[in-house]
C-alpha cells in the first residue's frame, strides 16, 4: 500500500499534464466555430466587399444553453472572416430588473 499511493498519485499528474483542447472562450487563433458562429460550418456566401481589411466585425448570438454569446470577427486580405474572440455571458441571475 506504501508504493500504490504515491503511483496512483504519479499518474493522477501525468495525467493532468496532456494536451488539452483549443479554447472555446477567449482570444487567439485557437478558437473553433460553435453553433450560431457566423463560420460556424464554414465561411458565409457572401463577401464583405465594402468593408476595409483589418475591418473588426461584432456577433452576439444565444448557445443552445440560452447564454449570451459575443464573437469578434477580423475580415481578412481574401475578405474570409477570422473568429479572434468569443466572451460567454453566464448570467446566473437572469433579468434582476423585477
Known sequence: ????????????LLGAC????????????????????????GQPRTKLTKAP??????????DNFGHRVYETYVIEPDRSL???GRRIDYDIFGDMDD
Open 82 to 84: 477570422r473568429l479572434v
Open 18 to 41: 496532456t494536451a488539452t483542447p483549443p479554447p472555446s472562450v477567449g482570444y487567439g487563433r485557437y478558437l473553433e466555430p460553435i453553433p450560431g458562429s457566423i463560420t460556424y460550418g
Open 53 to 62: 481589411v483589418g475591418s473588426i466585425v461584432p456577433h452576439q448570438f444565444f
Open 1 to 12: 500500500m506504501k508504493h500504490v499511493l504515491p503511483a496512483l498519485l504519479a499518474a493522477l
